[in-house]
Nanobody, 124 residues
Framework: QVQLVESGGGLVQAGGSLRLSCAVS????????MGWFRQAAGKERESVAA????????YLADSVKGRFTISRDNAKNTVYLQMNGLKPEDTAVYYC?????????????????WGQGTQVTVSS
């Protein structure tokens, strides 16, 4: 059984930083791309970042470029989202997602496994 467990969310003031972690079990973590999504209240879930199996290629949404970084540690079966310069509009539930393949996913349909989400709240 594949499990994705996020941690690291919380309340932070604007301009602050958080690091989200997602621990994966039940599959060969290093063989698959991973991603982070977020869903704000009343809005659709949107892609934030993605990373290939090796970590050599990444994707960041335009809204977070220059502020967020995605990385992974295959030895620890964990993917991270480092969030700096947080803004109130970053407030959302953040979800970790596991792709069904190794390369950069092109759409949400490429992701097969999902975590339960962790709340990030940025106060102004």
């Amino acid at each position: 059984q594949v499990q994705l467990v996020e941690s690291g969310g919380g309340l932070v003031q604007a301009g602050g930083s958080l690091r989200l972690s997602c621990a994966v079990s039940g599959r060969t973590f290093s063989a698959y791309a991973m991603g982070w999504f977020r869903q704000a209240a009343g809005k659709e879930r949107e892609s934030v970042a993605a990373i290939t199996w090796s970590g050599h290629s990444t994707y960041l949404a335009d809204s977070v470029k220059g502020r967020f970084t995605i990385s992974r540690d295959n030895a620890k079966n964990t993917v991270y989202l480092q969030m700096n310069g947080l803004k109130p509009e970053d407030t959302a539930v953040y979800y970790c997602a596991g792709s069904s393949h190794a390369w950069l996913p092109e759409s949400r349909a490429d992701f097969r496994y999902w975590g339960q989400g962790t709340q990030v709240t940025v106060s102004s």
